[in-house]
């Protein structure tokens, strides 16, 4: 769990930046090369600590890996135009 507030706020960036590539047809080998892309600035940027990049690094690849990140639930709205 991350729990510091640079750290917070890198993770809420990358993981809305994943949704939105998500969005424009990007998949998961091209999602992973972006985060390890954003990951490896990080670390060339000494933004954090070594210590806080490994830790957003298993969070960020936990939300990766859920698929349910990814997908928009279905709303009534949509059940009823089908």
Not at 18 to 26: A, I, K, S
Not at 59 to 76: A, G
Request: glycine share 2%; charged share 35%; no cysteine.
């Amino acid at each position: 769990m991350l729990q510091d507030a640079k750290s917070v706020r890198y993770y809420q960036r990358i993981t809305d930046a994943l949704v939105d590539h998500w969005n424009r047809g990007y998949r998961t080998d091209e999602l992973r090369l972006f985060f390890e892309g954003y990951i490896s600035a990080l670390r060339h940027a000494d933004a954090l600590e070594p210590y806080l990049i490994h830790r957003l690094e298993d969070e960020v690849m936990r939300f990766l890996l859920d698929p349910s990140n990814f997908y928009e639930p279905e709303t009534e709205l949509d059940r009823d135009y089908y």
